[in-house]
């Protein structure tokens, strides 16, 4: 199964990136944790995948990317803390 969420993650991280606009990111996030829930994949593991989504964002500097990445990657990082904060309540 890490498999697929590795490929999963991967998949999100390209869509995060290439998204046309700060709101797609969101959208992309809240679309693969209603996946996960949908098929019963446990909290921790959802808090996982989140936390990793977010160290590989965390990668990406300023100065490396485009403006339209760049608001892409602090969209979704707003998002995925967000999505973080509901998984652990």
Do not use: G, Y
């Amino acid at each position: 199964m890490e498999t697929t969420l590795d490929k999963f993650r991967a998949k999100l991280v390209i869509k995060i990136l290439c998204a046309r606009s700060a709101a797609e990111p969101a959208r992309f996030i809240k679309a693969a944790v209603r996946s996960m829930e949908k098929n019963k994949v446990t909290h921790e593991t959802i808090t996982h995948f989140v936390d990793r989504v977010l160290n590989q964002l965390n990668i990406f500097k300023l100065s490396d990317t485009s403006p339209l990445k760049w608001n892409n990657i602090q969209a979704a990082t707003s998002s995925l803390l967000q999505a973080r904060q509901m998984i652990l309540q």
